[in-house]
């Protein structure tokens, strides 16, 4: 379902499927944002784009963040040394 709003001038077009991200696009005709909602919301129908990414586990999201978000904290190896000790936890290892 596409809403249009008027923001600083210019038209924001914003799709919400209950089965996908949230998209957004600013235009600065209404018509163009119209168009470009109506494409987005046909692609959705006819399963051109992917509506949920495939699901990850608990222990897969643990090292995603020691690889991409750790390294960039004030002290990486306090967070490190926590988020393996929970990666050992029963219920991570499968």
Not at 10 to 15: L, M
Not at 36 to 44: D, G, L, R
């Amino acid at each position: 379902m596409a809403t249009f709003r008027k923001r600083n001038g210019k038209w924001q077009a914003r799709i919400q499927v209950s089965s996908g991200p949230t998209q957004a696009r600013t235009f600065y005709k209404l018509s163009d944002a119209r168009k470009w909602a109506q494409q987005i919301e046909e692609a959705y129908q006819q399963g051109l784009m992917e509506t949920r990414p495939d699901p990850i586990t608990l222990y897969e999201a643990f090292q995603r963040y020691l690889k991409d978000i750790n390294p960039r904290k004030k002290r990486p190896h306090i967070e490190r040394y926590r988020s393996r000790a929970w990666m050992q936890h029963p219920l991570l290892i499968f």
